[in-house]
């Protein structure tokens, strides 16, 4: 099978499956070290973007270990915070970090798949995906998805891994990105595989601005993206 064929197949959903299983016990150690704890800047931002009014409902969808949910909590009061993902492995840590945590009470993890959400139309005030879209096998359906369980006026947010642009930046990152993290990560979890995953999901993922043309695609509004930190990570925004 072609790597763009696995991208769009069931298989994919296998595989991330079991790098997620693999990893979870080390995820949110790795992440933070690996991204020299950028990660929560990146999430901090991407929750200003969801603009959750305080009282209201969010989604975050492929959750994980609950980062996400847990920056949602913090920032809007009186908010209910629903966490969807796949994995039971991630969503065990995700209740430990939510039971370590003051704002754990307005969260609620749940497991359901991304591509086909368990929620009726227009429930949620905003819907989230951290670090995700890259894993799931068709990048539109989700995003559709989102739109779809948003109330009219509500927004769709995506943070994920981009394309950064600048020559010399560009070079030096791949070179970490591609070398250096997936060693590092080896080191982490003590196998190989799950870490070679991360740079092999960015290679076939399309660049920022085609993902923002899936956002008008799916009907969402006011489609636009914000690069942070040099354009390796890129919060894409639309509007139902
Ligand atoms: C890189 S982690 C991101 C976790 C979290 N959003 C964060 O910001 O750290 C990707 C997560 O997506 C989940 N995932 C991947 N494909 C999924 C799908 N089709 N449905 C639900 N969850 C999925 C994985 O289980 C994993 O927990």
Known sequence: MTIERFQQSADKEKYVHSVFAAIAHRYDVLNTTLSFNQDKYWRRFAVGQAALPAGGKALDVCCGTAMLSL?????????????????????TIGRK???????????QLVQGNAMALPFADNTFDCATIGFALRNVPDIKQTIAEMRRV????????????????????KQLYYLYFEQVLPLLGKLGVGIEGPYRWLPESLKCF?????????????????????????????VHVGVK
């Not at 970090?97 to 969260?107: D, L, R, T």
């Not at 948003?150 to 930046?169: D, H």
């Open 71 to 91: 920056e949602l909590a913090r920032r809007a009061e009186n908010a209910t915070i629903t966490g969807l993902d796949f994995c039971e492995e991630m969503l």
């Open 97 to 107: 970090n939510i039971a370590g945590s003051e704002h754990g009470e307005k969260i």
């Open 150 to 169: 948003v109330k009219p006026g509500g927004r769709v947010v995506s943070l994920e891994l981009a394309k950064p642009s600048a020559p010399v930046f």
């Open 206 to 234: 399309p660049h920022q601005s085609a993902i923002c043309e899936y956002f008008t695609e799916v009907g969402l509004k006011q489609a636009r993206y914000h690069e942070l930190t040099g354009g390796i990570v890129a």
